[in-house]
């Protein structure tokens, strides 16, 4: 049977509209992923990484005094009002992140400092006037292709489970861990850790035949809803996104293991920055 060339039209209109607003849904991404980056404490503003050491030390362009002891990072403000989640303080304070991967940020005056542990703890100095950031005109990206739209298969771990990985430039890390993505790509199994993101579903990071040459070697993280009833997860590389490590020497991102290096070339998502931080 013919099928009337009505129906042709329709169809073809149909497929045109799915493109259009896949399209304009990556730019709205995009968007928000660049203006994310412009906003006066992103990570563009980074512009020093230090070690805390068990004395208390000033260091320069960081307010107040800091060290670390017993899995516990210490600020004395040496007069100076500080704020941390809305609440002002001086004197000495502590900040327990031992365990949690995260970043916890101090407001001192024009300034930010963010706390994160990894077996010792670092501050990061976040100054709004970087050279970085008044530079900002964007991330390269590859344009949006939904070809690079693939669904995977949830294995889910026990409540709980933490998976070890490697970081960039520091040492091994317990990452918390939902379970795994398992995704066959042109004829070979990948596996993909999936953690928690913070501000709900899932995260995972990776490395492709992209990665070195016009995307971040060390990886690019790819944030992904929870799975449906049947276990399927999309995962859509074309908002595939580079981590704090690719604009500037922040050695807490995670680096892949070898199941979640993918041999063919994702060219989708985020590509390397064009200025690093610091």
Same mark, same amino acid.
């Given at each position: 049977?013919?099928?009337?060339?009505?129906?042709?039209?329709?169809?073809?209109?149909?497929?045109?509209?799915?493109?259009?607003?896949?399209?304009?849904?990556?730019?709205?991404?995009?968007?928000?992923?660049?203006?994310?980056?412009?906003?006066?404490?992103?990570?563009?503003?980074?512009?020093?990484?230090?070690?805390?050491?068990?004395?208390?030390?000033?260091?320069?362009?960081?307010?107040?005094?800091?060290? !670390?002891?017993?899995? $516990? %990072?210490?600020?004395?403000?040496? &007069?100076?009002?500080? /704020?941390?989640?809305?609440?002002?303080?001086? +004197?000495?304070?502590?900040?327990?992140?031992?365990?949690?991967?995260?970043?916890?940020?101090?407001?001192?005056?024009?300034?930010?400092?963010?706390?994160?542990?990894?077996?010792?703890?670092?501050?990061?100095?976040?100054?709004?006037?970087?050279?970085?950031?008044?530079?900002?005109?964007?991330?390269?990206?590859?344009?949006?292709?939904?070809?690079?739209?693939?669904?995977?298969?949830?294995?889910?771990?026990?409540?709980?489970?933490?998976?070890?990985?490697?970081?960039?430039?520091?040492?091994?890390?317990?990452?918390?861990?939902?379970?795994?993505?398992?995704?066959?790509?042109?004829?070979? !199994?990948?596996?993909? $850790? %999936?953690?928690?993101?913070?501000? &709900?579903?899932?995260? /995972?990071?990776?490395?492709?035949?992209?990665? +070195?040459?016009?995307?971040?070697?060390?990886?690019?993280?790819?944030?992904?809803?929870?799975?449906?009833?049947?276990?399927?997860?999309?995962?859509?590389?074309?908002?595939?996104?580079?981590?704090?490590?690719?604009?500037?020497?922040?050695?807490?991102?995670?680096?892949?293991?070898?199941?979640?290096?993918?041999?063919?070339?994702?060219?989708?998502?985020?590509?390397?920055?064009?200025?690093?931080?610091?």
């Amino acid at each position: 049977m013919n099928t009337a060339p009505g129906n042709d039209v329709e169809s073809r209109s149909a497929a045109v509209g799915a493109v259009d607003d896949f399209v304009a849904g990556w730019k709205e991404w995009k968007a928000g992923r660049d203006g994310f980056l412009a906003q006066p404490f992103s990570w563009l503003s980074a512009v020093d990484t230090i070690w805390l050491d068990r004395a208390p030390q000033q260091y320069p362009g960081v307010p107040g005094e800091w060290w !670390q002891g017993d899995g $516990v %990072a210490y600020v004395d403000t040496l &007069g100076q009002a500080m /704020t941390y989640e809305g609440e002002e303080f001086t +004197g000495v304070r502590s900040f327990d992140m031992a365990g949690n991967a995260g970043e916890i940020r101090v407001t001192a005056g024009r300034v930010q400092i963010g706390i994160s542990y990894r077996q010792d703890y670092m501050i990061i100095l976040y100054d709004p006037d970087s050279e970085a950031r008044a530079e900002f005109t964007g991330v390269p990206a590859y344009q949006p292709d939904p070809a690079w739209v693939l669904t995977g298969h949830f294995e889910p771990a026990a409540a709980g489970s933490k998976t070890r990985l490697e970081t960039v430039g520091w040492q091994d890390f317990d990452y918390d861990s939902y379970g795994r993505v398992h995704l066959t790509l042109a004829g070979k !199994q990948y596996s993909f $850790v %999936a953690m928690p993101h913070p501000m &709900g579903g899932m995260t /995972t990071v990776f490395t492709d035949g992209t990665s +070195g040459v016009t995307t971040y070697p060390a990886c690019r993280s790819l944030d992904f809803p929870a799975p449906d009833d049947d276990g399927n997860v999309v995962l859509d590389f074309n908002r595939a996104a580079n981590l704090p490590c690719a604009f500037y020497d922040n050695p807490v991102c995670p680096i892949p293991p070898p199941e979640s290096r993918l041999e063919v070339a994702v060219e989708a998502g985020e590509k390397t920055p064009q200025r690093r931080a610091g």
